[in-house]
């Protein structure tokens, strides 16, 4: 379109701006944001190109994000320092500058425009700021018709820096409230309280509580169905970033092909069927709190890209090449003997240092028997109100089954084995039949009958693990091989079923 008149042109930017600003409020997506306002402002400004550079405070170093022109893939491969050439001069000084000719000016860097083979005469570069911080800069390159940047265009250059931080700020706002909202979904699915007034319970509680008010990473032993999220999560909420969510992962629960994408997302086009950015566990969780459970299943490669993230706080989104820098507290679990890991070469030594800078054990719930009453009784009140029941009963032989029962699944199964008798009992006293205890005779002849068929195959499948266990001397490999499965389903299954380390079980 050929405008006639400078009003004209004045009248068609408003009505672009004024279109930009309803997309800052409706689109949430930052990059394709970001894409539109860069886009419109490219149009607006009459340039040939244009970038939008992000800031990296820690590191000092400016990354392209989103750019125009011939050469907008090209050239998010480079980065600048902050004060070097014109957007690093004014990511430094924080204000912007118009340039009618860059080869008459000392502050130019040539590199990037020389090895692209692009051109450069003219420049306009604002910065983006959030109160008062400077976050990146955004810069219009070369006048569509040849000629050079005026300051009549300084107006309009600090409006699209305006509207491109506000856009990164709403956009950042929306991801926080949707991952707030996830987390409290979560939240209220479950019981997220740590029940017991045993002597070993009291002692993992008061120690989470002196590591909360700290920064150190922490592992978290114990068998499976424990508890180790509930102490994370105490920990958590212990800690200066309380107002902030827990991002948690079952390292076990992804394939090892999926886990890499998991926690570090990916770019759009990073793979078949990446049709958009994904972002990962540990971006979500900067300024906040990952706990990674099972972390002894994770591969060696897995755990080597870990290590580096650890030491060096960035990480790459699978298919990109912008570094991310993430300020995270780093939570691990593990129901593995990890120093026998180690020794057997499955887990790096390095990233056991990383992780174990304060070490925390859950004890199983045979030995902290006392709790059971408290954790029975805190159960029946969870699921009696699922029923509508009111005042559900616990007999005295029920919690004395309880009691003697040795609980290879620990606190879940002891949660589960409530939940079945609530449903499946008379709805007022919970009697010794209603739960599903089965007392373990250390053989595979004993067969539990007058249960359903499912956790009659499960009884089995437990008891036939733990026999080949037992046989291989708790070689998982050998079993599994034995068994014809895979390994990592076996990890999976002795996760599930709560399968107890003796006799050389791992």
């Not at 008010?213 to 509930?230: N, Y």
């Not at 998991?262 to 990446?274: I, N, P, V």
């Not at 939940?419 to 205890?437: K, S």
Request: hydrophobic fraction near 40%; include cysteine; glycine fraction near 6%.
């Amino acid at each position: 379109m050929v405008m006639n008149t400078d009003t004209e042109a004045a009248e068609l930017s408003i009505t672009r701006l004024k279109d930009i600003s309803s997309w800052v409020s409706s689109v949430h997506d930052l990059n394709q944001l970001l894409e539109l306002i860069l886009a419109s402002g490219t149009r607006i400004m009459r340039a040939k190109a244009s970038s939008l550079l992000f800031l990296d405070e820690k590191k000092q170093k400016l990354y392209f994000k989103v750019a125009t022109g011939l050469k907008k893939e090209e050239i998010k491969q480079f980065e600048i320092s902050v004060g070097q050439g014109i957007a690093g001069h004014v990511a430094k000084t924080g204000r912007p500058v118009l340039i009618e000719d860059v080869a008459k000016d000392k502050r130019w860097y040539r590199s990037i425009s020389d090895k692209m083979g692009y051109k450069t005469k003219s420049i306009a570069c604002s910065p983006m700021k959030v109160d008062g911080r400077i976050i990146g800069v955004i810069q219009f390159i070369n006048k569509a018709d040849d000629g050079s940047f005026q300051q009549s265009d300084l107006d309009l250059l600090n409006v699209f820096a305006d509207l491109a931080a506000l856009a990164i700020v709403n956009a950042r706002k929306f991801q926080l409230v949707e991952r707030e909202n996830e987390n409290l979904k979560a939240e209220l699915d479950s019981s997220r309280e740590i029940i017991g007034e045993s002597e070993s319970v009291r002692r993992v509680v008061a120690e989470a509580m002196r590591v909360g008010d700290s920064h150190a990473s922490t592992l978290i032993m114990g068998e499976s169905g424990t508890g180790k999220e509930l102490v994370a999560r105490l920990i958590h909420q212990a800690s200066p970033r309380r107002d902030r969510h827990l991002v948690t992962i079952n390292c076990a629960a992804v394939p090892e092909t999926l886990l890499e994408d998991e926690l570090f997302g990916h770019e759009k086009g990073a793979f078949t069927g990446a049709v958009g950015q994904k972002i990962g566990k540990f971006e979500l969780a900067d300024e906040s709190t990952i706990f990674l459970d099972e972390i002894a299943e994770m591969s060696q490669t897995m755990q080597a890209k870990l290590l580096r993230v650890l030491q060096d706080g960035i990480f790459y989104r699978v298919g990109g090449n912008m570094p991310i820098s993430v300020d995270i507290r780093v939570m691990a679990a593990t129901n593995q003997d990890i120093t026998e890991e180690i020794k057997k070469g499955n887990f790096r030594k390095d990233l056991y240092y990383r992780l174990n800078v304060v070490e925390i054990h859950m004890p199983p719930l045979r030995e902290r028997k006392m709790d059971i009453p408290l954790l029975a009784r805190h159960f029946v009140n969870i699921f009696q109100r699922e029923k509508g029941y009111a005042d559900l009963e616990i007999s005295a032989e029920a919690m004395r089954k309880m009691i003697q029962y040795e609980w290879p699944g620990n606190v879940r199964e002891l949660k589960n084995a409530i939940e079945r008798a609530v449903v499946m009992g008379n709805g007022r006293r919970i009697m010794p039949d209603d739960l599903p205890i089965f007392y373990e005779k250390g053989t595979m002849d004993t067969v539990p009958v007058g249960i359903p068929l499912k956790d009659a195959m499960d009884e089995f499948k437990k008891r036939f693990i733990e026999e080949t266990l037992k046989m291989t001397g708790g070689n998982q490999s050998k079993a599994a091989g034995i068994m014809d499965i895979q390994r990592t389903y076996l990890s999976r299954l002795i996760s599930r079923y709560g399968i107890r380390r003796k006799n050389g079980i791992e």
